[in-house]
């Protein structure tokens, strides 16, 4: 089993990052698997696809929830966001859009909100 967790879903979240940003992995999901699953053998293929499949939907989402809510992040951050400057007491909307992904890290979360909002916004 992997040994860090946080570790692993930083790494699929960058994958879908790239898949979805870049159009790495020729765009095709399998093949972004299929890279996690040769970089994280102890993981089974099963487990690897289950969770590719809640970070992609998750994305996405903070896609909409980051583009909805911009502006507020813009005022709160003009010089940019990163996990470390989102503040611990969250906004009324933001604890609506966490729990709706209770099963993934609330930290995952936040990171994926900051690179949202840096990609989409800032970049």
Known sequence: MIVDMEEFYLDVITRIRNLVEYGMYQKDK???????????PAVSLEQITEIFDSLFFMYKETVEFVNQHN?????????GIDTKDIKPELTDFEKSFYERFAEIP?????WTISWVFFWHHLK
Do not use: C, D, V
């Not at 502006?71 to 010089?79: A, Q």
């Open 71 to 79: 502006e507020y992040y813009w005022n709160l951050y003009p010089e």
């Open 30 to 40: 399998t093949k972004a698997i299929k890279s996690l699953r040769k970089k994280h």
């Open 106 to 110: 609330l930290e995952i979360i936040k």
